[in-house]
C-alpha cells in the first residue's frame, strides 16, 4: 500500500494533483496551511495504488510517495 506526505508548507492549493490522480482519492481539505492555501489530502490511502501522478504533477514539490 502506498502512503502519500503532502509538505503543507509548501502547498498552494492550486489543485493539479487533484486533476491528475486516476483514481480521483484526492480532494481539498478545509484546513489552511499557514500561507492561507486550502490543502490537498488524500481522501483513501488504500486505494492509492503509489502511481506517483500526483508528485510529478506539483509544481512545488509538495508531495512525496512511499510504496
Known sequence: MARLVFREDRCKGCGLCIEACPKKI?????????????????SDEATCIGCAICAR???????????
Open 57 to 67: 504533477s506539483c509544481p512545488d514539490i509538495a508531495i512525496e510517495v512511499y510504496k
Open 26 to 42: 484526492l480532494i481539498f481539505s478545509d484546513r489552511l496551511n499557514q500561507k492561507g492555501y486550502n490543502l490537498a489530502v488524500c
